[in-house]
């Protein structure tokens, strides 16, 4: 056996704070079902008295659950090819797995080969991402891509005619994943390990996409602002449309203007641009 396998019943308010929590504790592959979430934690790295720890904080204030099992290391990629399924977004790109046949009738075509990380363009974050990215001018253009996961949104920006992209993501499966993602689709960059504030990365970019979560956004915002480059856009997701006013907020007072948005399944997307 090599994982905890974790499944969360959760109210819907406290499920992105546990998931940044769980997170940081070494869990992975979180799976938003309609009850709460699914997420594993490699055996030899759990560490019960921190689990238990943070369960204890949030426990009082919402009603959580969990069961838990161990399970055998799976193969991913016969799992995807059971359970994935191609997706277009309009008709602007159509993403699929090295598996799946290319669709004609698309602008664009991506291929992703997703494994644990996040990033397939199912969920809705990812998907208003890719919308809003295409009506965006990348000709020529630096995007940043801040929590890369399989590295959609960069392949997308790469396809749209940016002039360099640089991705990092604070989990290493990602960071193996998405490299492969890069490769599968001829995208001249590599991606980084870690978090802004590790990573470190030269600004000024014209286009910096993150979708995170709302914590992670609040407290990394400032750095945002900090790399876009003049009239440059932010594109933020990875928040419920009730958080939109607290996102709009934090941005406002670092001057960033609201240009754009969008909302799908009770999630939004946010574009910003700097005056
Ligand atoms: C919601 S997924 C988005 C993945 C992909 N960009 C997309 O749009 O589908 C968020 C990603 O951010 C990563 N992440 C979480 N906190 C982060 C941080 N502080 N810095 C960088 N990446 C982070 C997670 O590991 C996860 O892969």
Redesign the pocket.
């Known amino acids: 056996m090599d994982y905890r396998e974790f499944k969360f019943t959760c109210s819907e308010d406290f499920r992105e704070i546990l998931i ?1 929590e769980l ?1 940081e504790i070494g869990f992975d592959a979180f799976l938003e079902t309609d009850e709460g979430f699914e997420c594993y934690s490699p055996l030899d790295s759990f560490d019960r008295e921190a689990f238990e720890e943070i369960l204890n904080r949030y426990q009082s204030h919402a009603s959580i659950s969990f069961s838990e099992n161990l399970t055998k290391k799976v193969n991913w990629n016969e799992e995807w090819e059971k359970n994935y399924d191609p997706i277009a977004v309009g008709d602007l790109v159509f993403v699929r797995a090295s598996f799946h046949e290319p669709r004609p009738g698309f602008k664009y075509q991506i291929v992703i080969n997703p494994k644990m ?5 199912h ?1 809705a ?2 998907f208003q ?1 890719l919308k809003l990215q295409g009506k965006i001018d990348h000709q020529s253009k630096r995007v940043l ?6 590295g ?2 960069a392949i997308m920006a790469h396809l749209l005619g940016a002039s360099s992209v640089e991705a ?4 290493d499966w ?1 960071v193996d994943n998405g490299n492969e993602n890069f490769q599968l689709n001829e995208v001249p960059a590599t991606m980084g390990l ?3 504030r590790d990573v470190n990365p030269k600004g000024p970019f014209d286009i910096i ?1 993150a ?3 709302k914590n ?1 956004l609040l407290d ?1 915002m400032e750095i945002y602002s900090r790399l876009l480059a003049p009239h440059g856009y932010l594109l933020l ?2 928040f419920y449309t009730h958080d939109i006013a607290d996102i709009q907020s934090a941005c406002e007072k670092l001057g960033l203007e609201l240009v754009n948005q969008s909302e799908k399944d009770n999630w939004a997307a946010l574009v910003f641009t700097k005056s």
């Open positions: 940044a997170s990380s996040f990033g397939t363009g969920h974050t990812t991402i891509d801040v929590g890369s996961g399989t959609i949104l990092f993501d604070i989990d990602c870690g978090s802004i996409l979708n995170i979560n992670v990394e997701s990875g």
